[in-house]
């Protein structure tokens, strides 16, 4: 499967020659996996460190030498004042941010071992290794929300024998399921905002990505599908290594593992959540988390 | 409105207006209802008078016999419009055939692919070509075009000889350089709409197919396309309606002869070919000019067909995503304005 070309083994990678190219035939997974029952290998979730991370947009220098780490298998959240650079660097971690006009970005951004920005690195397999769900819903207007989970899964020119069932799995991990199954062949846009949102992150796991980027992903919706949302934070951390970015402290209260908070393209301060609320070292986070300011 | 409000010391109250505003109201709502009046006017006026001059010939061939008979002998004085007819549906097919498909690639380079400091002088470049006149297009293709590609067409008929409408003898002027001269003329108009249409595309649903792991050329097709399907069909169908209508260009590399030819490389007519051929010696045969203008009124008819049938297209697309809840891509909306 194309997708797995991302799994590299460790000893490639030492040597400089990585698997984000889209040949996978001699790549070994990064992390040993047990032989699974189900027909596909589920992948692991990885951990992702960035390392003196710059971006610019244009002169504008948005992000400060970040050095910033993410657990696998845990949701970070990163919260901050608007402009302080949030969406900035989750874009930065898939390689987003260089498709806006003008903007760069400097430094490393490793997913395990694996430089993603090393020039020998795909973009493509990049992105397809760390999903990203967006601020606002934006399901394909023109698809059905069959097609919609599907969409991933075809560009990455899976078999499509077993196309059903993996867009059932994705919608069921989606907490979507039972909701739309009697009307898969419906437009996706005729879903309410969060089904929309919903039906994204399906769409995004639909294609097993080993990270998984959340932009303000509830700032768009009303409180309940909100909570809707947070509650699957819970499984799909069980599988991926979950970014949140919010700008909701007590959203990142509820649902994170660990806390990092961001002021002017600068890393402030980063930890487990309850001591950043309650306890935090610095004090610029204790007057953002107590709302003396943003 | 007119009704005045008691106040109490009779100062006129704030609820009158001033009477001099009122008045230039009036007269310009007025002065616009007569202009807009006028132009639905002028289009009956114009359809009555091409059905009037029309008269001798559709009296004595039939709506019918006119429009389907396929004899246009102008010494035995029988019109039958079939092979001009045909000639047009033909020449502006290939030109579709041609044309969109370049459009349409020209539309996504330039907006998708091309650096952003060319994006500006491409686009100038691409609709300059519709500046260039159209006898000066007919020129080129008779002078150029014709001797220079009659080889290649001849190779062509030889090869796919196998296929209908394709094989046999290459005469130089031709539906095909014909046709191929109207893509070149329905190119800028086609790939304007198509940009325009093509930018309406919110940068979300690239972004969530680039995020996906899309190619560009995968984002393009998952995101870009089925979003500016509906317009850029819009578009097309605009190309179709110019490429119907011109007349110069055509009458210069077509061959103007007035029997359907056997192949795509075979000499044709088209409607407006032949008006601006046989005016001038028309002028004293009521028969005559009653045929050539009942062409044009066939004409007409046609583009008029053509345009309500991407009206429709367009419509209906909208209909389907505001059935869906979704926004109306700007740009169907904006091409079925240009349709209208």
Same mark, same amino acid.
């Given at each position: 499967?194309?997708?797995?070309?991302?799994?590299?083994?460790?000893?490639?990678?030492?040597?400089?020659?990585?698997?984000?190219?889209?040949?996978?035939?001699?790549?070994?997974?990064?992390?040993?996996?047990?032989?699974?029952?189900?027909?596909?290998?589920?992948?692991?979730?990885?951990?992702?460190?960035?390392?003196?991370?710059?971006?610019?947009?244009?002169?504008?220098?948005?992000?400060?030498?970040?050095?910033?780490?993410?657990?696998?298998?845990?949701?970070?959240?990163?919260?901050?004042?608007?402009?302080?650079?949030?969406?900035?660097?989750?874009?930065?971690?898939?390689?987003?941010?260089?498709?806006?006009?003008?903007?760069?970005?400097?430094?490393?951004?490793?997913?395990?071992?694996?430089?993603?920005?090393?020039?020998?690195?795909?973009?493509?397999?990049?992105?397809?290794?760390?999903?990203?769900?967006?601020?606002?819903?934006?399901?394909?207007?023109?698809?059905?929300?069959?097609?919609?989970?599907?969409?991933?899964?075809?560009?990455?020119?899976?078999?499509?024998?077993?196309?059903?069932?993996?867009?059932?799995?994705?919608?069921?991990?989606?907490?979507?399921?039972?909701?739309?199954?009697?009307?898969?062949?419906?437009?996706?846009?005729?879903?309410?905002?969060?089904?929309?949102?919903?039906?994204?992150?399906?769409?995004?796991?639909?294609?097993?990505?080993?990270?998984?980027?959340?932009?303000?992903?509830?700032?768009?919706?009303?409180?309940?599908?909100?909570?809707?949302?947070?509650?699957?934070?819970?499984?799909?951390?069980?599988?991926?290594?979950?970014?949140?970015?919010?700008?909701?402290?007590?959203?990142?209260?509820?649902?994170?593992?660990?806390?990092?908070?961001?002021?002017?393209?600068?890393?402030?301060?980063?930890?487990?959540?309850?001591?950043?609320?309650?306890?935090?070292?610095?004090?610029?986070?204790?007057?953002?988390?107590?709302?003396?300011?943003? | 409105?007119?009704?005045?409000?008691?106040?109490?010391?009779?100062?006129?109250?704030?609820?009158?207006?001033?009477?001099?505003?009122?008045?230039?109201?009036?007269?310009?709502?007025?002065?616009?209802?007569?202009?807009?009046?006028?132009?639905?006017?002028?289009?009956?006026?114009?359809?009555?008078?091409?059905?009037?001059?029309?008269?001798?010939?559709?009296?004595?061939?039939?709506?019918?016999?006119?429009?389907?008979?396929?004899?246009?002998?102008?010494?035995?004085?029988?019109?039958?419009?079939?092979?001009?007819?045909?000639?047009?549906?033909?020449?502006?097919?290939?030109?579709?055939?041609?044309? &969109?498909?370049?459009?349409?690639?020209?539309?996504?380079?330039?907006?998708?692919?091309?650096?952003?400091?060319?994006?500006?002088?491409?686009?100038?470049?691409?609709?300059?070509?519709?500046?260039?006149?159209?006898?000066?297009?007919?020129?080129?293709?008779?002078?150029?075009?014709?001797?220079?590609?009659?080889?290649?067409?001849?190779?062509?008929?030889?090869?796919?000889?196998?296929?209908?409408?394709?094989?046999?003898?290459?005469?130089?002027?031709?539906?095909?350089?014909?046709?191929?001269?109207?893509?070149?003329?329905?190119?800028?108009? &086609?790939?304007?709409?198509?940009?325009?249409?093509?930018?309406?595309?919110?940068?979300?649903?690239?972004?969530?197919?680039?995020?996906?792991?899309?190619?560009?050329?995968?984002?393009?097709?998952?995101?870009?396309?089925?979003?500016?399907?509906?317009?850029?069909?819009?578009?097309?169908?605009?190309?179709?309606?110019?490429?119907?209508?011109?007349?110069?260009?055509?009458?210069?590399?077509?061959?103007?002869?007035?029997?359907?030819?056997?192949?795509?490389?075979?000499?044709?007519?088209?409607?407006?070919?032949?008006?601006?051929?046989?005016?001038?010696?028309?002028?004293?045969?009521?028969?005559?000019?009653?045929?050539?203008?009942?062409?044009?009124?066939?004409?007409?008819?046609?583009?008029?067909?053509?345009?309500?049938?991407?009206?429709?297209?367009?419509?209906?697309?909208?209909?389907?995503?505001?059935?869906?809840?979704?926004?109306?891509?700007?740009?169907?909306?904006?091409?079925?304005?240009?349709?209208?």
């Amino acid at each position: 499967m194309t997708g797995d070309g991302f799994a590299a083994s460790q000893t490639a990678a030492a040597a400089g020659e990585h698997g984000l190219s889209r040949s996978p035939q001699t790549r070994r997974p990064l992390v040993a996996q047990a032989p699974s029952a189900s027909a596909r290998p589920t992948k692991a979730a990885r951990r992702v460190r960035l390392e003196g991370l710059d971006a610019y947009y244009g002169d504008n220098h948005a992000l400060r030498g970040l050095d910033l780490e993410f657990e696998p298998n845990k949701v970070t959240a990163i919260i901050g004042p608007s402009g302080c650079g949030k969406s900035t660097m989750i874009r930065c971690i898939n390689r987003m941010h260089e498709e806006i006009p003008g903007a760069r970005a400097e430094g490393k951004v490793c997913l395990d071992q694996v430089d993603v920005y090393d020039p020998s690195v795909n973009v493509v397999a990049v992105r397809r290794a760390i999903g990203m769900v967006f601020q606002k819903p934006n399901p394909f207007p023109t698809m059905s929300i069959f097609d919609n989970v599907a969409s991933g899964i075809r560009l990455s020119g899976a078999s499509r024998a077993d196309l059903r069932d993996r867009v059932e799995r994705a919608l069921r991990g989606a907490g979507l399921w039972d909701e739309v199954k009697d009307r898969l062949a419906e437009p996706g846009i005729g879903l309410s905002g969060g089904q929309q949102q919903r039906l994204c992150i399906a769409r995004t796991m639909a294609v097993d990505p080993e990270v998984l980027l959340m932009d303000e992903p509830c700032s768009a919706l009303d409180p309940i599908a909100t909570l809707k949302v947070e509650e699957l934070l819970a499984d799909l951390k069980q599988r991926v290594t979950v970014v949140l970015v919010t700008h909701n402290m007590q959203q990142a209260a509820r649902v994170a593992d660990s806390t990092a908070f961001l002021l002017d393209g600068e890393l402030v301060e980063v930890g487990a959540t309850d001591e950043m609320f309650t306890q935090p070292k610095d004090s610029r986070t204790e007057d953002y988390v107590t709302g003396k300011f943003g | 409105m007119e009704a005045h409000v008691a106040t109490p010391g009779g100062a006129p109250s704030i609820f009158e207006g001033a009477p001099g505003a009122r008045a230039a109201d009036r007269v310009f709502r007025s002065v616009l209802t007569a202009l807009a009046l006028g132009i639905l006017a002028l289009i009956v006026f114009f359809f009555v008078f091409l059905v009037v001059k029309a008269n001798p010939a559709l009296s004595r061939f039939g709506i019918f016999g006119f429009t389907f008979n396929n004899d246009w002998d102008v010494s035995r004085s029988t019109y039958g419009a079939w092979p001009l007819l045909v000639g047009t549906l033909i020449t502006s097919g290939i030109a579709l055939i041609i044309g &969109v498909p370049v459009a349409i690639a020209t539309a996504l380079y330039i907006n998708e692919l091309c650096p952003r400091r060319l994006r500006g002088p491409l686009t100038v470049l691409v609709e300059l070509l519709a500046a260039v006149p159209s006898v000066v297009y007919g020129l080129w293709g008779f002078l150029v075009l014709v001797p220079k590609l009659k080889g290649a067409q001849q190779s062509l008929a030889d090869t796919f000889g196998f296929l209908p409408f394709v094989g046999g003898h290459v005469a130089g002027p031709s539906y095909f350089i014909a046709g191929l001269i109207l893509a070149i003329m329905i190119l800028p108009i &086609v790939s304007a709409i198509s940009r325009e249409v093509m930018s309406t595309v919110p940068a979300d649903h690239k972004e969530a197919a680039l995020a996906l792991g899309a190619t560009r050329w995968e984002m393009i097709r998952t995101a870009v396309l089925p979003y500016s399907r509906s317009g850029v069909v819009g578009g097309a169908m605009l190309g179709l309606g110019r490429a119907i209508g011109e007349t110069i260009a055509v009458t210069l590399v077509v061959g103007n002869a007035p029997q359907i030819g056997k192949s795509l490389f075979d000499q044709g007519y088209t409607l407006a070919a032949v008006i601006v051929n046989e005016f001038g010696e028309a002028a004293t045969d009521r028969l005559h000019t009653g045929a050539l203008i009942a062409a044009g009124l066939v004409l007409f008819v046609l583009t008029l067909l053509v345009n309500a049938a991407a009206r429709a297209l367009v419509s209906r697309a909208e209909r389907r995503q505001r059935a869906t809840g979704g926004a109306v891509p700007a740009g169907a909306a904006a091409a079925a304005r240009v349709g209208a």
